[in-house]
């Protein structure tokens, strides 16, 4: 006999889930590819779908969109974690989905974490994707280019999910409070704050809002009660994926582009999720030779000198000779000529092979090499008046080169006005 006073499963679901939405128009966030005008949009109004891989941040509606491409266009849906599925089990997906394929049923197979399947796993796809056996739809939160077999992403759409903006995140409270019945006990400065902590991941959100509607309080919470009640949400950084390059990216950029707050932001960013300092230092380390160079050959002494800093203070306080090196790079002045110079000599250098300096200015250690000719008319520029000869210094049949053409800003200024002085020396000789 069934107990009467069991609770609904629909009621005691979390409530995330039983917020999941009905119907694709009902997803938030997403209106990019699920409106009338987006990829998924018009799949769904031809009703015939293509493979595709989702690609997006935790909680953004990747699962709940297959689900419902699936109703949509009427296809038996199978699901699979590639995180707790092996050979085996893709197997007993297939088979299934071919009996049913017999029969007239197709099947949307959606592969949660599918970059987690290994470069053998994720070619077994191949043929019963080819063959229409399954509409394979993927989801990764990690860059499908490096993450997917090109054989896999040729016969798959990439489309891309968004973080949730606020906008979205709020539609979703709105529906909280609707299905429980009452607002959350959150003063609006405290609203905000939630929607902030989510850092757009929309299931955590609902959790959050879950754990505020299960708690009996007096009086909504301000800002600092909410934060006292509630853990933030930790910033998505792996050191080892995307999210860990596209920081080092933004902050090499910020700094190349003489933007000290947003490097700044990005060194914090990279440094709270716990980078390793000495990852970062050797980042600076090259930009102040890369972007700064020689308009301003402080940069690098600061980049080592912060290292050495790091090295003897350790954390946090030595984190302060990183910021102090991150805003000394950006504020400096810029050249790349030393990056570009090293880059046409090195070019220089494999087209000419083993062309011999000219006979003045090789070493002549032994007798015998000195009857040879070798060093012969060397010129000592120390001997000279302006301590500068003007020889000729170029392999036999190499013209003279302009590797190094200096900025006229920073330091660099004074360098051009040395060369040019030079040149004119070496002209009048």
């Known amino acids: 006999m069934p107990d009467l006073f069991a609770p609904d499963p629909a009621e005691s679901a979390p409530l995330a889930d039983r917020l999941r939405p009905q119907r694709l128009e009902d997803v938030v966030g997403q209106e990019h590819l699920t409106g009338p005008e987006g990829a998924i949009g018009r799949m769904v109004a031809a009703g015939r779908l293509s493979s595709m891989i989702l690609w997006g941040p935790p909680g953004t509606g990747k699962t709940t969109i297959a689900r419902l491409l699936a109703d949509a266009v009427g296809l038996r849906f199978e699901a699979i974690s590639a995180v707790f599925s092996g050979v085996a089990d893709l197997r007993k997906v297939f088979a299934s989905a071919r009996d049913h394929a017999t029969a007239g049923q197709r099947t949307l197979l959606f592969v949660d974490e599918i970059h987690r399947f290994n470069r053998a796993q994720q070619d077994g796809f191949l043929p019963y994707v080819e063959d229409g056996t399954v509409t394979l739809v993927g989801a990764t939160t990690e860059n499908p280019s490096f993450e997917l077999n090109a054989a896999l992403l040729s016969r798959a759409q990439v489309l891309i999910l968004h973080r949730l903006d606020a906008k979205a995140l709020c539609t979703l409270l709105e529906r909280a409070e609707a299905i429980e019945g009452r607002s959350l006990p959150l003063t609006p400065e405290a609203r905000d704050a939630l929607v902030a902590s989510a850092d757009g991941d929309g299931r955590f959100l609902l959790n959050q809002a879950e754990t505020l509607f299960s708690v009996q309080l007096d009086a909504p919470l301000d800002p600092a009660g909410l934060s006292a009640l509630l853990h933030?949400?930790?910033?998505?950084?792996?050191?080892?994926?995307?999210?860990?390059?596209?920081?080092?990216?933004?902050?090499?950029?910020?700094?190349?582009?003489?933007?000290?707050?947003?490097?700044?932001?990005?060194?914090?960013?990279?440094?709270?999720?716990?980078?390793?300092?000495?990852?970062?230092?050797?980042?600076?380390?090259?930009?102040?030779?890369?972007?700064?160079?020689?308009?301003?050959?402080?940069?690098?002494?600061?980049?080592?000198?912060?290292?050495?800093?790091?090295?003897?203070?350790?954390?946090?306080?030595?984190?302060?000779?990183?910021?102090?090196?991150?805003?000394?790079?950006?504020?400096?002045?810029?050249?790349?000529?030393?990056?570009?110079?090293?880059?046409?000599?090195?070019?220089?250098?494999?087209?000419?092979?083993?062309?011999?300096?000219?006979?003045?200015?090789?070493?002549?250690?032994?007798?015998?090499?000195?009857?040879?000719?070798?060093?012969?008319?060397?010129?000592?520029?120390?001997?000279?008046?302006?301590?500068?000869?003007?020889?000729?210094?170029?392999?036999?049949?190499?013209?003279?080169?302009?590797?190094?053409?200096?900025?006229?800003?920073?330091?660099?200024?004074?360098?051009?006005?040395?060369?040019?002085?030079?040149?004119?020396?070496?002209?009048?000789?």
């Not at 716990?274 to 050959?297: F, M, N, S």
């Not at 000279?384 to 020889?391: I, K, N, P, R, V």
């Not at 190094?404 to 040395?418: M, S």
């Open 232 to 429: 933030r949400r930790v910033a998505v950084y792996d050191k080892d994926r995307e999210g860990h390059y596209n920081l080092i990216s933004a902050l090499h950029k910020s700094i190349r582009g003489s933007e000290p707050q947003a490097a700044l932001y990005y060194l914090a960013r990279m440094l709270t999720a716990g980078e390793e300092p000495l990852y970062v230092l050797r980042r600076l380390t090259r930009a102040a030779v890369e972007d700064v160079g020689l308009a301003d050959p402080q940069a690098l002494v600061q980049c080592i000198a912060a290292k050495d800093t790091y090295d003897f203070l350790g954390s946090p306080e030595g984190e302060l000779a990183i910021v102090q090196a991150c805003l000394y790079l950006a504020t400096a002045p810029k050249s790349n000529r030393t990056y570009m110079a090293q880059k046409a000599a090195w070019r220089s250098a494999k087209e000419t092979g083993s062309l011999m300096p000219p006979m003045n200015i090789v070493n002549a250690p032994t007798r015998l090499m000195k009857q040879l000719g070798y060093g012969k008319g060397y010129a000592y520029d120390h001997d000279t008046d302006e301590g500068f000869s003007g020889d000729d210094y170029w392999p036999e049949g190499m013209a003279p080169q302009t590797y190094y053409e200096p900025t006229d800003r920073g330091f660099e200024k004074r360098v051009a006005e040395r060369l040019a002085y030079w040149e004119e020396l070496r002209r009048g000789k």
